[in-house]
């Protein structure tokens, strides 16, 4: 290989070995193999070389082209890896490390009272019901035994809605019933269902909201008796409130739906607030045997069929059982108020746990 072709390859082998990166391989390379590179230089001198000399120096030219061509691309493929290398040791992933906490969000305290509820009578054998918050005065009211004059039924206590559906009137309903009258109406029985839900009624203060929750329920089969309803509510409210020796008391009164019909009392202590002992008695839901005339206004023959009807206030257990001493916040989406009363969002409901 002539001198010059020799001095050639030793630099720019050399400085090849010396590029730090891609960027001084690239000029390298282009200075060397481009259009204007050096070796291209040569190559198109090769035309003003003696035609004795010309054979031996072409073939000379394009071996060493070739190799420089070769160690140009393994001096590519070195810096890449090296470049691949730095950059994974910068993005390296510490798994060990711990996740950084991220906000989560929390079951409302009314949800989860309805799962707890739901729990229960679940575990007794009763299914969910479930209607629109829009019906008519006659699955709300008259289906119910509720007279016209019945103050309940006047416009001050109850959302009247504009239209009417088969000459009756719509209203949001004031309470759950009218799903237990679909329900009658709907499946024959026996019928096992409790029926939560949003109920509404023109009402607003401390502690009434004009838009609320309850929880009625429904059990017709024939021969059912009061002995069968004392039994589910005690039940249901020793669970709920997690106290095994819970005092409860049957206190007669009326509805017009039911016959006859009994206020749930539960024991506690007036001045602390406590469930369970403590001498005094606390309202906590009502209850009776279905009326005769609202099993016949569900197509049920009464002497065939009966049963007994309850209904709570989720809002009212859910204050006594959590300690929440107002109301308004159950509504009003403060995160500091959701985060205290809130439920973790996996954790299962409750099932009969403190019973002894
Ligand atoms: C209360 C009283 C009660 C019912 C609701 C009912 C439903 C049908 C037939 C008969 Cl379809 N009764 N429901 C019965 C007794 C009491 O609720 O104080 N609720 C907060």
């Not at 299914?127 to 119910?144: H, K, Q, S, Y």
């Amino acid at each position: 290989m002539s001198d010059d072709l020799e001095t050639l390859r030793t630099e720019t082998l050399a400085a090849l070995q010396a590029a730090p990166d891609l960027r001084a391989w690239d000029s390298l390379r282009v200075g060397v193999l481009g259009k204007s590179g050096a070796l291209t230089g040569l190559l198109k001198g090769l035309g003003a070389v003696a035609p004795e000399a010309r054979r031996e120096r072409g073939a000379a030219l394009n071996r060493l082209k070739a190799e420089l061509e070769e160690a140009i691309e393994a001096r590519k493929a070195a810096l890449d890896a090296a470049a691949l290398d730095t950059r994974l040791a910068a993005e390296r992933v510490d798994i060990s490390q711990p996740p950084r906490p991220e906000p989560q969000g929390s079951i409302h305290p009314i949800s989860r009272t309805m799962e707890e509820i739901h729990a229960i009578f679940g575990a007794m054998g009763f299914g969910v019901a479930e209607g629109p918050d829009i019906e008519d005065d006659w699955r709300n009211f008259g289906a119910l035994n509720i007279p016209g004059h019945h103050p309940a039924r006047q416009d001050m206590d109850t959302f009247y809605m504009p239209g009417e559906r088969d000459g009756h009137r719509l209203v949001l309903r004031t309470h759950t019933s009218p799903v237990q009258i679909r329900t009658m109406r709907g499946q024959e029985p026996p019928i096992r269902v409790i029926c939560p839900g949003r109920t509404w009624r023109a009402d607003h203060d401390a502690t009434h909201s004009p838009m609320f929750h309850q929880c009625e329920g429904l059990a017709i089969d024939r021969n059912i008796h009061l002995g069968h309803l004392k039994g589910c509510v005690v039940d249901f409210l020793r669970s709920f409130f997690g106290i095994a020796n819970l005092p409860v008391r049957f206190r007669s009164s009326y509805f017009p739906f039911t016959e006859p019909s009994m206020e749930v009392d539960i024991g506690w202590n007036r001045k602390t607030g406590d469930i369970g002992g403590g001498g005094d008695w606390l309202e906590i839901m009502g209850s009776g045997m279905v009326h005769p005339k609202v099993l016949a206004n569900c197509g049920l023959d009464p002497r065939e069929w009966q049963g007994f009807a309850f209904g709570m206030g989720v809002e009212r257990i859910a204050m006594l059982k959590l300690g929440i001493p107002d109301l308004r916040p159950f509504y009003e989406a403060d995160l500091r108020w959701l985060r205290h009363y809130g439920f973790a969002p996996l954790a299962p409901a409750m099932l009969h746990e403190g019973l002894a």
